[in-house]
């Protein structure tokens, strides 16, 4: 099955200052990949999406690569800013027969913004 | 709409009782899943269910009893459960993957669960 790995574990920037977060994946048949940010109590959000047909994506400040030969995708959030801090976490997926998506996620990366 | 809703968003319970989580969502989604996450953990698969049907379970321990009584509304009961059990249990929903440009995965706000 899928495996899918998340560096950093903890990341801490200054107000401003850049952020990356990288996963890797193993399936070759995955083709959709979230990103979520989940703040402490609540639940997973998604901030941006990527999919296979697709190298690169922006949405304002956040940005998301794909790299498929290597099996890898990260996320740039750029001019971070204290309400960034949070968990994130990357996921892999891709459909089944049956209809639904099967995702696989990665452990999280907490970061951290400082002002 | 584009909500899952999802009740009650706390629940304490001891070992003997039987309780359930519910969850609905108004977007047509066909599949509906069951996660459970732990502290500073990913969420962890446990029950799929697709067009009203069980996909996938986890290996999930036979205390959870998944239910999808139509194709908006999810049910988790819950049975004779074990401390180690309190998590936040969170359901999503998804279109069918299948579908060019879909497979977003809406989760609702969870119900966090406290086994005493």
């Known amino acids: 099955g899928e495996n899918v790995e998340q560096h950093p574990s903890t990341l801490s920037v200054q107000e401003g200052d850049s952020a990356v977060i990288k996963c890797t994946y193993s399936?070759?048949?995955?083709?959709?990949f979230p990103w979520y940010k989940q703040e402490l109590g609540k639940r997973p959000q998604l901030i941006i999406d990527?999919?296979?047909?697709?190298g690169e994506k922006k949405d304002q400040r956040i940005a998301v690569t794909l790299n498929k030969t290597a099996k890898h995708f990260s996320l740039h959030i750029t001019e971070t800013q204290p309400e960034d801090s949070a968990v994130y976490f990357c996921?892999?997926?891709?459909?089944?027969?049956?209809?639904?998506?099967?995702?696989?996620f990665g452990s999280g990366t907490k970061l951290n913004v400082k002002p | 709409d584009t909500e899952v809703t999802q009740t009650p968003k706390h629940l304490v319970m001891g070992m003997t009782n039987k309780k359930s989580l519910k969850c609905e969502q108004h977007?047509?989604?066909?599949?509906m899943y069951w996660y459970k996450q732990k502290a500073k953990k990913p969420p962890e698969l446990m029950f799929v269910?697709?067009?009203?049907?069980?996909?996938i379970n986890e290996s999930v321990p036979s205390r959870f009893s998944p239910e999808c009584p139509n194709s908006s509304l999810l049910n988790l009961h819950l049975h004779a459960l074990q401390p180690e059990d309190s998590a936040l249990y969170l359901c999503?929903?998804?279109?069918?993957?299948?579908?060019?440009?879909?497979?977003?995965?809406?989760f609702g706000e969870g119900s966090r669960l406290t086994v005493l």
């Open positions: 999503a929903s998804s279109q069918d993957g299948r579908l060019p440009r879909t497979g977003e995965l809406f």
């Open positions: 399936d070759s048949a995955s083709n959709y």
């Open positions: 990527i999919r296979s047909n697709v």
């Open positions: 996921a892999a997926s891709s459909p089944r027969t049956l209809g639904f998506n099967k995702f696989y």
């Open positions: 977007m047509g989604h066909r599949a």
């Open positions: 269910y697709s067009y009203e049907k069980l996909s």
